[in-house]
């Protein structure tokens, strides 16, 4: 087994810190309690032990490959996509109207770490097709939800997402695509597309490209974008394939990582014009496809957790394998397998601190996203969303940033065997560094966390979520266990040092841009720091208790040792990023360009 | 040009920070003064331009094969090592009796970080060669020095170091390699070693491999490890080549990165014994081992800042090409050459910072390692032989982790294109990775730290580098710019954060060996740190004296800034990192085995 599913710390998180229990009294909900996510994620976890995750060494040897317009995925992957599709994994929060079996974010969370610790490749399938499905949703008339949607929701049909031209990377206002309204409503797609993930494959029937392009005549930026749904094959009135579209793709990537998945560079419109449906109202399109890359880069963060899962096991598994030299205390008189090594056991604690604290976080603001959505009291919905928004960048910046840090140690546990292909750690390493690239960079996700979701309301969101760390602290004060004052140490001074840096970033947004924005990314990591330290901290008050009640001790004690790991050797970081952010703006601001 | 070498910042620092006028006053260096290393520089920059750097993308596509015994390496690489060996390169710093340049350590530090950022995996043959050479030199008899040294340093041929087996990684006591003494005392070679750098290749006349191995009946563990001289081709009284010797390549490796470097597994002795040459006496071949190790450890810590280096130049030409998004401060209407984004800008100033801090770093150590052989007073060698061996871990393990970082950083200024093979940001992120494992990891690194270079004496080097750190600390007060008063707290705190932890280190080594070296590692990165901090603070001084005289202004408040930058982003980590280590101890001690 190269996988092996992190059911029963899941369960933890969901059941003890991310608050399971109330997410199944919202209304729509009332099946999803604790019973049936532990059903639904033993069923997922066999399918991804089992089928998916011995595919993911195979798409790296054999990734991929385009010949003449056409693109064959490695072998199996076809099939399993069948099988992922057929037991219903590509619509498990989707809506039971369209096909899907309506379950929380939270759950879903679980079930789409999983398939990314099995294998990111394949992955990034039903990942981009969800965001297709959460954009019909959000802005599709009525009759393109019915064409489209079901096929999608059951895994016959995969979704893409069409946003960067060669000119246009994170600068989405530079977008030249353009779409000729004609006569019957439809219109023409013109223009080339690059970075598509599964842009073009075997694995489904049909791929409903969502496209963003300017209709003639439309204003200059991003206020001039609209968003189109462009199939590979037309779809007839009964849900038949007509004609193909003219969507073509021209070539694929040769990428460090994720060799597996095709990254599409397509081109519209060659031979005459790619029929195109508008999505909403026209020159909205940036606004809808938000929608999806809100989603998509909650997915892409927890992408990272699940490589850095997976690198852990791995590294856990050779770390117990291999003997070499004997232990520092003396305690054995022969070579000893390098885990009993304190600096082995310390690598392998900070890749499992890393893991459990970025998923503590992203399940916390799963579990707020479905209070957001299915809350019955406005107000409390309203809290939820905007806490949920504070963390997407986070979730997304925080946790692939770490992930490189984490996939490396993989690969340094393992010494030389790390660096030799067939061993596979190195694998793991090398798909990581896409992570903190794509749905937008960890500057862009700062800019967001700066712009959007600091600077706007005044830090009043980060100040309030900082209050509910103040209790958490009291709670923790209130314990007589060494772990837990040490964790409420580190966690005082984390939420002291994030204050001082939101402080600034609030302050100066308007002022001093330059200042704001050269700390901007060490705003990020700090604040990621903090919020996955605090969800470990409240995760040690939930295993002193259920250690207090006698349940599973061994994996409570160690719950609570990984708290305390992160807490000195992790979340002690945050006073020195914060001076980074408060004085080291004249480090950048004063570097002449030329000088570089 | 895809490498321009850092010629005036190397100069600078070997004129104001690491005293070349002093090195140039010790016997035998009287020639080696500023215009010397100047006119040095210049030509080695120039070849590594223009013959060596263009081929390190060659090799990366079409890197070393192997067919039937045969290693047979990148095109131009075979004409490109001829080059280097007609220029001279080989034996920069070998003595002149053997046919070397007979030149100071510091001027050989700048002709090696040359040719390890033109290209790291050509770069190994000299490196290993050089190792070589220092094995002979410090214990080789009179007559295998006549027969092996010239043309190794001409570089007609090169040298390899056989450490490691299959059961012999980090710890050389379970070397398993025998050697069976001839009555012509000659000895027979039995045995398979493993990562063997350019053990089989085709760029030279003859292979001499160092081999440590077991003469028949010698004491268990490293006390009974001899090291033998091992030429792939038999070497006749006159210097000619005879037979071939029984140690073949039976495979090369498929690795991550410097693929263009061919990795051997050489089997000795299966077909009647290789023949071999014991180098000093019998058994004490770890000790001659270890001369050569801390000379490759010295330019592997090189290797990081060369990589370094070049990531850093390849994204700044990106960040100046490539046009994206307008600048957060309004100061342009248009988009903008990235480098001009406030993140973008920090990337580069961290690359920067660390790969100036290193190299100020190593430069330094070579100095003291010129005085350490050279300096006519007893008290002097010893002193500066004490600093030396307290920064080797320091330069290879700190350089080595950071180049992971600047070369990660790297490919995320490129966004996108970073991932794309082709571009070749790639590549120096993949290559990076192997150097903070070979030539001991960095654990390895971290023991030798806390053991013999901390715990021994009970702390009183780091002490005393401390008390040097302190005269800086005194020197910027002093003065009155920002940047000094900046630099100055900075490095306060980070000499005080190392004065707490190397104190906990010392007295804990005894008693409490798990909770001191589950710190270890974080103790040579805060050491690390403090070092190039310091030298950085020292380059702040030497810059602002050169400012005030009106000398390169530009450069010199580049250096200014450069030094902030590292205070203010890096140093500033320091008081964490001392935390990690004084209180850290118990969320590694306490993880039970079994929960991993």
Redesign the interface.
């Given at each position: 087994m190269t996988y092996l599913a992190p059911v029963k710390d899941m369960l933890f998180v969901m059941n003890h810190v991310a608050g399971l229990e109330a997410v199944a009294t919202l209304p729509g909900f009332e099946d999803a309690g604790p019973d049936t996510a532990a059903a639904v994620l033993d069923e997922c976890a066999k399918l991804n032990q089992d089928v998916i995750a011995p595919l993911n060494w195979e798409g790296d040897k054999a990734p991929s490959s385009f010949k003449d317009g056409v693109v064959t995925t490695t072998a199996g992957f076809k099939e399993a996509f069948k099988q992922y599709g057929a037991g219903g994994w590509q619509g498990v929060h989707h809506p039971v109207d369209f096909g899907g079996q309506g379950l929380p974010k939270l759950i879903h969370a679980a079930c789409i770490e999983m398939v990314n610790s099995a294998n990111m490749s394949f992955a990034l399938c039903p990942l981009l097709t969800d965001g297709a499905i959460e954009a019909l949703l959000t802005a599709g008339s009525d009759e393109l939800k019915a064409r489209y949607l079901a096929p999608m929701v059951e895994g016959r049909w995969t979704g893409t997402m069409n946003l960067?031209e060669p000119?246009a990377?994170?600068?989405l206002s530079?977008v030249r695509s353009r779409a000729e309204p004609q006569p019957d409503g439809t219109y023409k797609l013109f223009g080339t597309k690059?970075?598509i993930t599964y842009g073009e494959h075997d694995m489904a029937e049909n791929i409903v490209h969502l496209v963003l392009a300017r209709v003639t005549g439309a204003p200059e930026g991003v206020k001039g974008i609209s968003l189109f749904v462009c199939p590979k094959y037309m779809v007839n009135a009964d849900g038949s394939l007509g004609a193909r579209n003219d969507v073509h793709c021209v070539s694929i990537?040769?990428?460090?990582?994720i060799k597996a998945s095709p990254t599409a560079v397509l081109q519209y419109g060659d031979h005459g014009g790619a029929i195109g449906y508008l999505v909403g109202q026209e020159n909205r399109g940036l606004e809808y496809m938000f929608v999806m890359m809100n989603a998509a880069r909650f997915a892409v963060g927890q992408q990272g957790i699940a490589v850095s899962e997976r690198a852990y096991q791995k590294a856990?598994q050779y770390?117990?394998d291999r003997?070499?030299?004997r232990p520092?205390?003396?305690s054995l008189n022969t070579?000893a397998p390098i885990?009993?090594?304190?600096?082995?056991?310390?690598m392998?604690?900070t890749m499992?601190?890393y893991t459990e604290g970025c998923r503590a976080m992203a399940f916390v603001a799963a579990a707020a996203l479905d209070a957001a959505h299915a809350h019955p009291d406005a107000a409390v919905r309203k809290q939820n969303q905007a806490f949920y928004e504070f963390m997407v960048p986070l979730v997304k910046g925080y946790s692939t940033e770490v992930s490189?840090e984490v996939t490396?140690l993989g690969?340094?546990v393992h010494?030389?065997m790390?660096?030799?292909?067939?061993t596979g750690a190195?694998q793991h390493?090398?798909d990581a560094?896409?992570l903190?690239?794509?749905e937008g960079?960890?500057?862009i996700q700062?800019n967001d966390l700066v712009g959007r979701k600091t600077a706007r309301d005044g830090g009043a969101t980060v100040r309030a979520i900082c209050e509910q760390i103040q209790d958490t602290e009291a709670q923790l004060a209130a314990r007589s266990s060494?772990?837990a004052k040490?964790v409420g140490k580190r966690l005082a001074a984390g939420r002291q040092a994030l204050l001082d840096a939101a402080a600034f970033i609030a302050s100066g947004a308007k002022g001093s841009?330059?200042?704001v924005?050269?700390?901007?990314?060490?705003y990020l990591m700090l604040a990621g720091n903090v919020m996955a330290g605090w969800q470990l901290a409240r995760s040690l008050i939930a295993a002193e208790d259920q250690l207090a009640a006698g349940n599973e001790p061994?994996?409570m004690?160690?719950k609570i040792?990984?708290a305390?790991?992160?807490?000195?050797?992790i979340l002690?970081?945050?006073?020195?990023?914060r001076?980074?952010i408060v004085?080291?703006a004249?480090?950048?601001?004063?570097?002449?360009?030329?000088?570089?």
């Open positions: 960067t000119q990377g994170s600068d530079m690059i970075y990537e040769h990428k460090m990582g856990v770390a117990r003997v070499q030299s520092v205390d003396g070579a885990i009993h090594h304190p600096d082995v056991k310390r392998l604690m499992r601190a490189l490396s690969v340094q010494g030389g790390g660096f030799i292909e067939e190195a390493y090398r560094k896409i903190t690239i794509y960079t960890t500057a700062a060494d772990a040490a841009p330059n200042a924005f050269a700390g901007s990314v060490p061994d994996f004690r160690a040792t990984t305390r790991f992160y807490a000195d050797h002690s970081k945050a006073p020195g990023v001076d980074s004085d080291g004249a480090g950048v601001t004063e570097m002449a360009l030329d000088a570089f």
